[in-house]
């Protein structure tokens, strides 16, 4: 069974990118095979594991709007159990383009579902920040949406957006997505952030992932070296808290 | 003369936003009278300064779609010199639809010029975090494109597709857009943040601004009671920098 995560928020900057490149070398850690698909156009997530973007030839665009065969646009990546679909920045024209295809949604979910079986346990989709159509593509073909979420106050604001398009996602072509939220790049010591938390709790309830990620400036450095903070420095805080969140993600998989 | 500033950046979580309420608020506390313009679907410029974005009726995407004159759009805000055009989540819609439209990039530009003079001496468009049909109005109504950056590695690599927009821009319809990089966030402890820092000096030189905005946690706050920084903690560090970039524009506006 291949278990589909969307990473997505429509507020930019929240740590999407970070989670999914984490998330992926935390469970690769934990002898889980992963398949990355880097769906936005400033193709962070390649980069992230070392790939020049501008040197990528198949990329995610051409499985949405060539249907190219996804198996095809597969590569390695340097970390062992970790391939990708790396994203080439022609995807800003997928946003324009896909919409004339009739059920453009649907085009990400068919091409995996064409490329089954696979050998991953676990595909991770690193989403825009933005609600177009591409991401509806990504919320479709999910089993879990994974909202990363800051405790700050147009964060929050964001996910009345997020909810809504969970809404319109399961009447029109995926009833059993599911959503957890994830409080990122969390500062203990601001008052801001511990009051916004609390308020996230108390809304969302079991929403919530229990595991929160704290700022750890070796997350913001772990990419430069093109690889994730599992393998950059393991026995850091940031390192720690993904795995925990890897642990609790595959707890949760097994669930459903 | 009204000069026309737009802050944009494709990487999310920069500061956009937040730059474009206290540099706002920072001008009218200069006495210069204001007009934003709240060009993202996350509506969080307009939400910044009170305005419920579910209440809006007229909005910035009644201007780009459906050729509603400015002024008919145009909203006080609670900061006397400071007027909004709000953005009402339809947008999303805008950049599918905007393409069908001949010239679509054009489409802010003449809507300004339509509505000239107009008793502004700045207006200051919010874009979205995306190179998109929305973006690229923004881009070409311009004099000036203000790019919010974090010293971080995510956020300096996207300067590279900031200026090939600059670039197709200046081609196709706005040949004196001029640019101006301003770094938001800085932490001064934080030796990546340095390190980038320098990097970006060495690389712009006169392209980016002298002032620098370093964190400060009442520029998260500031929003939440719906007023600009400068009229919220007008002593604190967020509220000087802010008006110190408000001044170093001032200076460059008169200059060209
Ligand atoms: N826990 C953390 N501690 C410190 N820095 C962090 C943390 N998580 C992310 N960052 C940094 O914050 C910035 C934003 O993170 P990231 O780019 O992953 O967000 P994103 O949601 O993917 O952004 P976008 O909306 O542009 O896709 C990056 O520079 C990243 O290195
Ligand atoms: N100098 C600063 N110090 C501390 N926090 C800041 C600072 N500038 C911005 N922030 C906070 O960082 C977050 C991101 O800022 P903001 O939302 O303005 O960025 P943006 O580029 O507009 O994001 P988006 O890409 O989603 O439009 C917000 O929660 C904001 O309050
Ligand atoms: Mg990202
Ligand atoms: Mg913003």
Redesign the pocket.
């Known amino acids: 069974m291949t278990y589909v995560v969307a990473i997505s928020n429509e507020?930019?900057?929240v740590a999407k990118t970070t989670t999914a490149l984490s998330l992926g070398g935390a469970l690769a850690r934990l002898g889980k095979k992963v398949l990355m698909i880097d769906l936005d156009a400033q193709a962070n997530l390649t980069l992230a594991l070392g790939i020049p973007p501008a040197r990528v030839s198949l990329g995610s665009n051409d499985v949405l709007l060539a249907s190219v065969a996804l198996q095809d646009c597969i590569q390695s990546s340097p970390i062992s159990g970790l391939d990708i679909v790396p994203s080439n920045t022609k995807i800003e024209l997928v946003e324009q383009l896909l919409p004339v295809y009739i059920n453009y949604a649907d085009r990400l979910k068919n091409a995996i579902a064409e490329a089954l079986p696979l050998p991953y346990e676990f595909i991770i989709l690193d989403c825009p920040?933005a609600l177009g159509a591409v991401t509806r593509n990504a919320l479709t073909a999910a089993h879990l949406l994974l909202i990363p979420t800051?405790a700050?106050?147009?964060?929050a604001y964001a996910l009345r957006n997020m909810m809504q398009m969970i809404q319109t996602v399961r009447r029109e072509g995926n009833p059993y997505l599911s959503y957890r939220i994830l409080v990122t790049m969390f500062d203990r010591r601001n008052r801001a952030h511990r009051d916004i938390y609390k308020q996230l709790k108390n809304t969302f309830k079991d929403g919530l992932f229990s595991t929160v990620i704290e700022v750890d400036t070796k997350l913001r450095e772990s990419p430069i070296s093109g690889v994730p903070i599992t393998h950059y420095t393991p026995k850091s805080r940031g390192a720690q808290q993904y795995r925990a969140l890897a642990e609790e993600l595959i707890r949760y998989a097994q669930e459903k």
Chains 1, 2 share one sequence.
């Open positions: 507020k930019g900057g920040p800051q700050e106050f147009f964060s």
